[in-house]
């Protein structure tokens, strides 16, 4: 029980540190932070997501350049070619490992505002300390497992970051529901986003990027929006328009 306790904790954890940092703040700007919560959500950013930590610097210029060349041979992760889910995965971290060690060029303008802290990074960014998450994961899961079945959830742990933006790149630009049509492939996963908490709405992000909420219909629910919201009545973050 407390694996699978465990598993749908950091699921979500995981999602939000996504969405609300990587996503929302790094990528796009929606809000601004201080100095200090943006180290606040970097840290946990590396906390949360353990052995499959991302760089939210590489993860912006990635990001960035999805909407600007979405379905096309310059996106990093696009399904257009009717690849599956693990060739996006892999072409997702290929486009990555690029940004990352500076093979790809790119417009500096794509890498405006984004945070970037290398001193942290030359730490939580290696392998040995990927190698360390994934050693305590697994003593985690043999002292708490209580059956044979709990360590298929150990693989997901594993990459949870890697898999939750692959699901939603590769899977909203394959299967949904169209609120917008546009050039591009993008696609709503579900009506009701109780797994993705919010970017699940894809095809609404495509269209309104700059949009701080995701959701059109009355029933489509942005959680990260709410909690966002939540978190800017309390200053933690301020609205571009304040
Ligand atoms: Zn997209
Ligand atoms: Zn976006």
Not at 104 to 123: C, G, N, Q, S, Y
């Amino acid at each position: 029980m407390i694996i699978i306790i465990f598993f749908i904790v950091h699921w979500y954890a995981s999602i939000f540190v996504q969405s609300f940092f990587y996503h929302r703040y790094t990528a796009h700007r929606h809000f601004f932070m201080s100095r200090n919560s943006e180290k606040f959500f970097y840290i946990s950013s590396f906390i949360i997501h353990g052995s499959s930590y991302m760089s939210p610097y590489a993860y912006g210029v990635m990001h960035r350049l999805h909407h600007l060349h979405t379905d096309t041979k310059e996106d990093p992760h696009s399904p257009i070619d009717n690849q599956g889910f693990w060739a996006t995965m892999w072409q997702t971290r290929n486009s990555y490992h690029r940004i990352f060690t500076g093979v790809t060029i790119f417009d500096d303008k794509l890498a405006k505002d984004l945070p970037r802290w290398e001193a942290f990074d030359r730490i939580a960014h290696t392998w040995p300390t990927r190698v360390g998450w994934i050693i305590v994961y697994l003593l985690f899961y043999i002292a708490f497992a209580s059956a044979w079945w709990m360590f298929l959830f150990l693989p997901i742990t594993v990459i949870m970051c890697t898999f939750q933006g692959t699901v939603i790149n590769w899977w909203a630009h394959k299967y949904g529901y169209v609120s917008f049509p546009m050039k591009n492939t993008s696609k709503n996963i579900i009506p009701v986003d109780l797994f993705f908490v919010g970017d699940a709405y894809h095809n609404n992000h495509h269209k309104f990027p700059g949009r701080p909420n995701n959701s059109h219909f009355w029933f489509e629910i942005d959680l990260t929006y709410q909690v966002t919201r939540l978190l800017g009545k309390v200053k933690v973050i301020k609205w571009k328009n304040q």
